[in-house]
């Protein structure tokens, strides 16, 4: 093999040398590249991976701005019915406004029964469940019901049970009890505090 290179001219030595060299650089452009192309490959990968969770995280802002306003519309609404509650919170208070309803809509209060003595009442954050029975006819029990939950002091009615007079099946008069949920002096301080939190 020495012999052949020494039979060789210079310039046939020189090209052999250029082309090796060429070879050798092709070959290390070719490993370069493909290393090259699989990271380019992973970083297209890896900017559509966070494409895709930016536009998850924009939804999710959107959704958040949305309950953001849910959130802000409803103190609104409650801050302007704590300013409807009364000054003084008491049992006669609150029989004073059921019977005034009442009276307004033609419907007989039979029963009020609040469940528990009233006595601590002041000091109670709990809700006062209070047993009611009405009799009226249709409309205005349903007009009652609703000037009912209306009230300021009214946190809640879980139970309504309507039925018909027994006794007399041409009666148009409906009997209804119903449980509903009072608030108590504590209980709008919590709530008056939790508005400015």
Do not use: Y
Not at 90 to 116: C, H, L, N, Q, Y
Not at 167 to 195: A, C, F, R, Y
Request: with cysteine.
């Amino acid at each position: 093999m020495m012999a052949q290179w020494k039979t060789l001219s210079i310039w046939h030595r020189f090209g052999l040398l250029v082309g090796v060299m060429l070879v050798c650089l092709l070959g290390i452009h070719l490993v370069m590249w493909q290393a090259m192309s699989h990271s380019l490959e992973e970083l297209q990968q890896e900017v559509a991976r966070l494409d895709q969770e930016g536009q998850r995280l924009l939804q999710k802002t959107d959704s958040l701005k949305a309950i953001e306003r849910d959130i802000s519309a409803l103190r609104e609404n409650l801050a302007a019915r704590v300013q409807q509650f009364p000054e003084h919170i008491e049992s006669k208070a609150f029989r004073r406004d059921v019977m005034g309803i009442a009276k307004r809509r033609s419907v007989t209060v039979r029963v009020w029964k609040p469940e528990g003595p009233l006595t601590g009442l002041r000091h109670s954050e709990a809700s006062i469940p209070i047993a009611v029975r009405v009799e009226g006819n249709f409309q205005g029990t349903v007009q009652f019901l609703d000037d009912l939950r209306q009230l300021a002091w009214v946190e809640s009615i879980p139970s309504i049970v309507m039925a018909g007079r027994p006794e007399n099946e041409d009666s148009s008069l409906l009997i209804t009890n119903l449980v509903m949920h009072g608030l108590t002096p504590l209980g709008i301080e919590h709530v008056q505090k939790l508005l400015k939190t």
